[in-house]
Structure formats: C-alpha cells, structure tokens
C-alpha cells in the first residue's frame, strides 16, 4: 500500500462570500488516499459549499485549494434530475463524462448490484436504485478522489447500511480517497476515518469518537445529540420493522430491542466498546 | 436538377432540418424554447442593421443573434430579472428595434413577410451553398462539444467537478444557435425557426433510446416534414414555411397515437416506479 503521499485535496482557510456574508470562511482540510473524510453540520452549515470547494466547482474568495495534479475526480451530486425530455438509460448514463469500457461499466454496475437495470431508464428508477446507479458511475470513473453528497438519502435504514457498506468497499478495493457528506448529524459511517463538524468554520474534527466527545460538538448540537452521535461499528443484531416491532438475528419478533441489543438510537455508546465488524453483519441482513 | 425552384427547396429545407433536430434536443433537454425564440426575433434587427451598413444578411443576423446570446449570458450572471422576463424583454425589444429601424429606411423595399415567415422557394444556389456548408460546419462543432455538453445538460455541477468545462460549451452552443437561426430563417422565416427546432424532437422523443439516438431521429423526422410539407404546399397551395412546420406538428400528433406506444422507447423491465419491496420488513 502507498503510504502516506501528497494529499489528494486540501483547502487551506477557504472560505466562500456570497451576498454579503461568508456561507463558510477559515475552512481548512484535506483529503487523503484511502481515506474517508466525513462532513457532518447542520443544515447551512457550508457541508455543500466546502465540498464544491474541494471539487473546484466554487472558487474560494479567501484561502486556497490545492488539489494533486491530474486528479482524477467522481462526484455523487445531491440531487440530480432527469426529467421525460431526456432518453438516458442507465449504461448510456455510466458513460456521462468520460468513455468507460464495457468490461468497466459491467464490473461497477455488477458489484453495486444493478446490472439488471442497465437497459433501464434513469428516470423510473427508485431512490435507492438511483443511488446505486450514480455509485456504479463514480467507480466506473476510477477516482483517485471520490465526493458524495448525502448519499444515502431517500434510502430506508437497511439500504442505508448497504450503501454504507459499498462505499466502504469502494474506499477499499480502489484505495481512492473520499469525502462524504452526511445527511443525519447523528449517523456517521464506521469506517470514517476522520470527521469533520462544521457551522459555518470547522467546529470540531478528528476521529468519530473524539468529536463526539468534543466540548464544540455539544455545545453546537447539545449534549443530548451528542450523547447519541451513532457509529456504524455496531453488530446490526436487530432490525426495526415499519411497524415498530424489531426483528433479532435469530429471526425472533418483539415489540421492542432487548437491552442487550447491539446497536439502537438511544443508546450511550461511550459506555462500550464493540469490536470492528465483519462479514457477520452482512450475513445477517441476508439471513 | 438544381434549375428547378422545387428541388432548391427540398434541398434548402432538408439541410436545415438536419441540424435543427440534434440542436433542437437540446433546446428541449435545457428548456430552452423561448431563448430560441428570443433569437430568432433578434434576427429581424440583424436583417435591418444588414440593410443599414450593407453587409451580407446571414453575417448580420448571426452577429446580432450572438450578441444577443452573450448579452443573455451576462444578464442572467447578475440575475436580477428572472430568466423568462429577461428573455421577452430581449426577444419583443430586438424584434421592435428591427421592425422601427426598417420603418425608417425608406429607401429600402424589401418583403418583411419573407422574413418574418420565410421563402424557402426562392432560394438560390449559394443559399443551399451556404445552408449545406454551414449546417456541416454546425454539426462538426457540436459533435465535437457533444460529451461535455450533455454531460452539463444532465447536471452542471457533476459536469464541472469531474472536469468536463461546461461553461466553454455552454457558449459554444449559444454561438451554434445563433448560426442555426443566420442559416435557416430564409426558409421558414424567423417567427417559425423554433417550431423547426422543437416539433421533430418532441416527435422523436417517443422512439428514442439514447440522446444521440434522439438526435439522429428530431433530423430524420425534420427532414421528412420539410418534404411532406413542401409537397403539401405545391398541392393546396399554401404558404411553404407553416406547411413545414404543420406537417412537422402532423408528424408529432402521430408520434403520439397510442399505436407506437413504446415502441423501442424503454425495454421491457424492472422500472416504472413499480413498487418495490425494498421499504421495510426484510425477508
């Protein structure tokens, strides 16, 4: 494995003025190869805007943006609409901005799990396709740095840890680096190396459990949030039913968690450690 | 052949078909209608300014479709109307500039008719020249900008970010309008130039697969409009320029019949928002 070389991007106190006031100012990060940097503030916070200063879509108005030359980048926009004027189907859409050989195209949308839908119209897929789809496109790109904003939005609770799951899979397979925005302050992936909380200037950042236990992330979301900062390292035992009951490993049904569940929302997880995950959780989900 | 009045049309109305259908896409992909509206109106002040200073008219009109176009681009930066009113303050100023500025040139006599709904039988020989080397010309350029801008048609940001440069294209394409609209309006006129632009591609959509598929079509299907209605207007005796577009809008109004519904238009698949098990209780 490569260690340690130059920064795939890095923002050195970038900040971006619009209509008279800085949307974020002195943000300074960087992303590295192999790494997943995770975005995490409250609505308007500049998650977005420091992302498109990473891509270079914004120009900072104040610091800098270095990103390593010939910089090979796949970018998973927050919304992204194809509206009935447009015939795209999926495999002419894994090829939007660059030629992607079939073998490549056939690979990304294989193991994202959407090779049934390649003939398929962008239009009519669901808003987990979807994001499979724009997942397949992005490593179909080969990144050296990948950003996706909010991608798991519009997806229920298990496909939300399917995608995490992949993306984490990407990170690993392609060694690229990536930075996520997440959409729920709460709910950070495991496999985040580092985590950025901002509101407008970086409040706080390291690893999920440091900034969970930081003083700034309390006082900017209060101690009952971070009291619940949820990582995803947990051991998924039980899964919640749209009617409210839960569903354990061992294909039992009741009204309610058992206390020794491994992972639900209210829990203090600062209290214990659980060992990294596995293949387990995936074996369960498909139990 | 070229001696016959009839077949200098035919050859004029297909050369323009063949590039208003894949430019048309994406003036209906970008909901764009109503800028090609604008600069086709524009192109009246284009005629009388050729007037005015003397100059070859498609050179005038592409000159003030251009500037009307980069003016476009620089309004809608500051943004202080909203695009629609800016695009009709634009279109109706440009179109009553053009028709005061021709008023006052009284020394010139021209048939403002001819312009305002084209004459495509009288076209010349150098018209066709000039329709055949400059629709080849726009069709080079947009095949050549075709990745990034539809890349950029989809979504602009995802374009930028993975280094497509979709603000070159963007102007490239507001330039290849402007040139469309020089080389056609002598055949249907500057009132009907987006009638051309958006009819065969909303005929084509129903039969389309893919964008570049689309684009193929909107030009076959513009191309068989320009002879349906050429031949019409010899027949019925009607004006050539609307019978072009009437049949165009035929063509549109059987694309529509539920007879070809589907054809080749979506394989058959897992899609149409079918509901999906993927909410909720897992198996």
Known sequence: ???????????????????????????????????IVTLIGPNGSGKSTTAKMVLGILKPDEGSVIRKTGLRVAYVPQKLSVDWTMPLTVSRFMRLTGHVS???????????????????????????????????????RKPDLLVLDEPVQGVDFTG????????????DEMHCGILLISHDLHVVMAATDRVICLNGHVCCSGTPKAVASSAEYKALFGARAASSLAVYE??????????GRVRHADGTV???????????????????EHEPHGHDREARRDA | MLDDFFTRAILAGIGVALVT????????????????????????????????????ITLAVF?????????????????????????GLLAHSALALGLVALAFMTWVRMDLMGFLFGDILAVSKTDIAVIWLGGVVVLAILAAIWRPLFAATVNRELAEAEGMNPERANIIFMLLMAAVIAISMKIVGVLLITAMLIIPTAAARRFAAGPEQMAVLAAVIGAVAVIGGLFGSLEWDTPAGPSIVVAALCLFVLSILPVFSRTGAKPAGPDSGSPRAHKGARP
């Not at chain 1, 009741?254 to 214990?272: A, K, V």
């Not at chain 2, 479709?65 to 109307?81: D, F, G, P």
């Open chain 1, 1 to 35: 494995m490569l260690n340690k070389p130059e920064a795939l991007a890095t923002l050195e106190s970038a900040g971006i003025h619009r209509a008279g006031r800085w949307l974020v100012r002195g943000v300074s990060m960087s992303v590295d190869a192999g790494e």
């Open chain 1, 102 to 140: 079939d073998d490549e195209a056939n690979s990304a949308m294989s193991s994202t799990g959407i090779s049934h839908l390649a003939g398929a119209e962008v239009r009519n897929l669901s808003g987990g396709e979807f994001q499979r789809v724009m997942l397949a496109r992005a490593m179909a």
């Open chain 1, 160 to 171: 939300e840890i399917a995608l995490y799951d992949l993306i984490k899979r990407i990170r």
């Open chain 1, 234 to 243: 947990h051991h998924h035992d039980h899964t919640h039913l749209p009617d």
């Open chain 1, 254 to 272: 009741t009204d309610h968690c058992h206390s020794e569940d491994g992972h639900h929302h209210e829990h203090d997880h600062d209290g214990h």
């Open chain 2, 21 to 56: 259908g894949p430019l048309g896409c994406f003036i209906v992909w970008r909901r764009l209608a109503y800028f090609g509206d604008t600069l086709s109106h524009a192109a009246l002040l284009g005629v009388a300014l050729a007037f005015l200073f003397e100059v070859n």
């Open chain 2, 63 to 87: 000159g003030v479709s251009a500037c009307v176009s980069i003016a476009l681009l620089l309004l809608q930066k500051r943004a202080t109307l909203s695009a629609d009113a800016l695009l």
